[in-house]
Nanobody, 130 residues
Framework: RVQLEESGGDSVEFGGSLRLSCRVSGYRPSRYAMGWFRQKPGKEREGVAAIDVFGGTSYADSVKGRFTISQDIATNTMYLEMSSLEPEDTATYYC????????????????????????WGQGTRVTVSS
């Protein structure tokens, strides 16, 4: 059974940093990407970053230069280092697995990520105050 469990969400001030973790069980990293996504109140889920087993990464424009995705294959854990946090980053953050290849990811609005990535965690809440 595939399970993804996020942790690390918290309340921080503008300009602060957080590291989110996603522990994965029952699924091994592959050429298909794993990723981080977020959902703001009243909004659709949006893409944040993705990574594959080769270390290839991809980021949404809104987080480039501020967020870093990484993984520890030995422990099957994926991370999202977030810095220079802004109130606009306030959201529930989800990790997901069993998606498409990195090269096929397009960080566009109105994409139903839930139909592209098949495995999802329950989410962890990040709140950034101004």
């Amino acid at each position: 059974r595939v399970q993804l469990e996020e942790s690390g969400g918290d309340s921080v001030e503008f300009g602060g940093s957080l590291r989110l973790s996603c522990r994965v069980s029952g699924y091994r990293p592959s050429r298909y990407a794993m990723g981080w996504f977020r959902q703001k109140p009243g909004k659709e889920r949006e893409g944040v970053a993705a990574i594959d087993v080769f270390g290839g990464t991809s980021y949404a424009d809104s987080v480039k230069g501020r967020f870093t995705i990484s993984q520890d294959i030995a422990t099957n854990t994926m991370y999202l280092e977030m810095s220079s946090l802004e109130p606009e980053d306030t959201a529930t953050y989800y990790c997901a697995a069993d998606g498409v290849q990195i090269k096929d990811i397009q960080w566009k609005p109105n994409i139903r990520w839930e139909s592209i990535f098949l495995r999802w965690g329950q989410g962890t809440r990040v709140t950034v105050s101004s």
